[in-house]
């Protein structure tokens, strides 16, 4: 329970705000970490499940094509762009102090150290302005660019683009090429690279397509087809928060991980995260035979 108060100093960041207030009398407020994985999805659907309350699509045509879908949802489609173009310009026009405009960095010994203490441009700027102490500080690029700033990696800013790529999930797959412009079909390069702690515009457009794809793909496999009822997948599935949070409070310990001896090689991490993955799948599997299911 200690522990879990020290969320933005430990490296539980899924945990949400939930179990960090339930569970703990609240010893210290001042270092809890406000925003979150949970926070944000809570927050995604909310603002979504008004888009759609407010402009009800009564009959939505089976054989909606990608343009018709642009077309029906017309008002909500205006809304997203308004949100889009604010993005676009916190995050390329905001000036942030001692910083240059429209970064998109770690900052830290990134950029050969020219801006250490920029980590995450406007993103970050406006999460460290809005938050203060109540940061997560254990960012993804801490460990590679020796990030010194607080950085959290469902902030304020990126939660545009993740509603915006929970709406992508109500359309079509076209984003592919939106993003493959966008990044210039490189790794880390183009107007807007693909960058999933900023959640570009990139990023969200890749991940809509693919995740629209592979669901198309199995949608056809296993509800049209009934040819594969989805296992094992279904067993992490019918129980993903339970495996969420169990993942957040244990995936740090042994048997899901462990101190590596080859970090330089990626065959050890690779191999690691399989195990982990392969243990969450056993005890989702031996949850379903159960039937034991932890909904929110
Ligand atoms: C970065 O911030 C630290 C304090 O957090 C400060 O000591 C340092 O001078 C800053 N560096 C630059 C280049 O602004």
């Not at 807007?192 to 693919?210: A, E, H, Q, R, T």
């Not at 995740?211 to 094992?232: E, H, N, R």
């Not at 993942?247 to 740090?252: P, T, W, Y």
Request: charged content about 10%.
């Amino acid at each position: 329970c200690g522990y879990l108060l020290t969320t933005p100093f430990s490296k539980w960041k899924g945990c949400g705000l939930m179990l960090c207030v339930v569970d703990c009398v609240p010893v210290s407020w001042s270092w809890l970490r406000i925003p979150g994985v949970l926070q944000r999805l809570g927050f995604t659907y909310f603002v979504l499940s008004l888009l759609q309350t407010f402009w009800v699509q009564k009959e939505i045509p089976l054989t909606a094509v990608s343009c018709s879908d642009v077309v029906l949802y017309w008002p909500q489609w205006l809304v997203i762009i308004l949100l889009e173009t604010l993005w676009l310009c916190l995050t390329f026009l905001m000036p942030v102090p001692n910083c240059p405009t429209g970064y998109l960095g770690a900052g830290g010994i990134g950029d050969n150290g020219l801006y250490p203490n920029c980590t995450g441009g406007a993103a970050g700027y406006i999460d460290r302005w809005m938050f203060g102490d109540n940061m997560y500080r254990f960012p993804t690029c801490k460990e590679m660019y020796h990030t010194t700033q607080p950085f959290d990696p469902e902030g304020v800013l990126g939660t545009i683009n993740s509603i915006v790529m929970g709406f992508l999930g109500m359309q079509v797959s076209w984003t592919i090429f939106c993003s493959s412009i966008l990044s210039k079909c490189t790794r880390d390069g183009g107007f807007i690279p693909v960058n999933k702690n900023l959640w570009s515009l990139s990023y969200v457009m890749c991940m809509g397509c693919f995740s629209f794809l592979l669901l198309a793909g199995i949608y056809l496999v296993t509800d049209m087809k009934g040819w594969w009822a989805g296992q094992p997948f279904i067993y992490p599935g019918m129980n993903s928060i339970f495996v969420y949070v169990g993942h957040s409070l244990l995936g740090f310990y042994f048997p899901f991980s462990w101190e590596m001896r080859f970090q330089e090689s990626h065959w050890e991490w690779l191999f690691q995260s399989l195990w982990g993955t392969a243990l969450w799948v056993l005890i989702a599997y031996l949850l379903y035979r159960k039937k034991f299911f932890l909904k929110i």
